[in-house]
């Protein structure tokens, strides 16, 4: 079956490099192309194209606001978003407009014809480059409730709070400054997100940091 795909971005020479890209596939058919997002809604309502590949940055309606109107208006078109960023706020963005596919264009090439591929089958699709991105943001986020990780002389100073140990005595068995504990104090507090000593206390028991 030939996939019939709308060429949507704004420089000449990126959509020619696509389009002779698309062209050496045998399934897929370039069945129009356009450099702004007004053309592009003209072009999907006269061709009704498998997939639109849609640049974000166009210079009238950007990719966005096509995506989403191509949904209100009970397109068909699959939609492939196509950006030179792989920042979770783009990707994001265009995926909660209708995308169901989104392609850096860095990796273009064989990877916009895998989403195509991918999108027509009724399949979602993120290049590597875009789901390595996410993946390390979500693993490297802290979960609702849950804590940035705290450094070594934190989970001393942890430890020594919840024994119930006051700063000076903190700062004197560890043998740095009262006003280092202190701000140890606000890191760790600001990190866990917890306010008082009974909350410290209640974290560490929990973690093992201290024994009940």
Known sequence: MTIRVLLVEDHRMVREALRDTLLRETEIEVVGEAGDGMHALELEREHAPDVVVLDIGLPDLNGVEVAARLRRSGSGARVVALSAYSDKRFVLEMLRAGATAYVTK???????????????????????EVADALVSEVRDAALPGEMQR??????????????????????????????TVEVHRRNIKRKLGLHTVAELTKYALREGIVSS
Do not use: D, H
């Open 106 to 128: 860095s990796a273009a090439g064989t990877e916009l014809v895998r989403a195509i591929s991918a999108v027509a089958k009724g399949q979602s699709y993120l290049c590597p």
């Open 150 to 179: 705290l450094g070594a002389r934190e989970r001393e100073v942890l430890r020594l709070i919840a024994e119930g140990l006051r700063s000076p005595a903190i700062a004197k068995q560890l043998n740095i400054a009262p006003a």
